[in-house]
């Protein structure tokens, strides 16, 4: 099931042997909806893929509602990651996303995710915690990526993508990585040679400034070769 606007589809309204089994769900709310929306996780068990985009454009029927979101991006409560079903896929997108932190006796979902996207989210992305079982992990469109935590463990991790203006990295938390790939500015890293099963690399560590100048040619760049 889709649902892509909660003014007009409420958990309450759902009948509950749909509540019991619904695997997937992809939702789109404006910044207001999307908390309540969390703290009503517990009441889908079997969800195992969630997508949750923030969007500040409303769609039609929140229009006709009256209904005006001013911000670009909602933000998710700290903690948020205790109130999730044990989910195997997480996508999080235009979502300001607090530290993931908390430890797997006080989230199971931490234990059971095998693949995590945050794409538009906050502009600092920090990840300290054990995930046991994450294979594929994905961060676009970020300023600042911290991986580097001592509470960070990703044993099983095998797939990481990075977009975003400063990493900081410890490969130590990640000994069975075989794809990697970073676009970024800077990046600060540790433990690269520890990476035994890497079988793929993409690195770009170009300024943002380099590749508009790449697209426009020295003789078309702005305030260059004109008179």
């Not at 089994?21 to 939702?27: F, K, M, N, Q």
């Not at 969390?38 to 195992?48: D, I, K, S, V, W």
């Not at 600092?124 to 463990?153: G, K, N, Y």
């Amino acid at each position: 099931m889709q649902a892509t606007c909660l003014a007009c589809i409420t958990v309450s309204s759902l009948p509950p042997p749909l509540l019991q089994v619904l695997h997937g769900l992809e939702l789109a709310a404006v910044s207001a909806n999307i908390n309540p929306f969390m703290a009503a996780l517990h009441l889908f068990p079997a969800m195992r893929r969630l997508q949750l985009t923030c969007t500040s454009d409303p769609v039609p029927c929140m229009r006709l509602m009256g209904v005006v979101e001013d911000h670009a991006s909602g933000t998710l409560q700290h903690g948020f990651e205790t109130v999730l079903p044990p989910l195997e896929s997480l996508v999080l997108l235009n979502l300001n996303v607090p530290c993931l932190e908390a430890s797997v006796a006080r989230a199971p979902v931490l234990s059971s995710l095998t693949s995590l996207h945050l794409m538009r989210t906050s502009e600092d992305v920090d990840i300290s915690c054990s995930l046991p079982s994450l294979r594929q992990l994905e961060v676009a469109m970020a300023a600042f990526v911290h991986l580097d935590s001592r509470s960070l463990h990703m044993p099983q991790l095998s797939y990481l993508r990075l977009s975003c203006l400063f990493a900081n990295i410890s490969f130590y938390t990640m000994p069975r990585l075989a794809e990697l790939s970073i676009e970024a500015e800077f990046l600060a890293a540790s433990g690269f040679s520890s990476l035994a099963r890497l079988t793929h690399l993409n690195l770009s560590l170009v300024s943002h400034y380099e590749h508009e100048r790449a697209d426009y040619g020295d003789d078309e760049w702005p305030g260059e070769g004109r008179p």
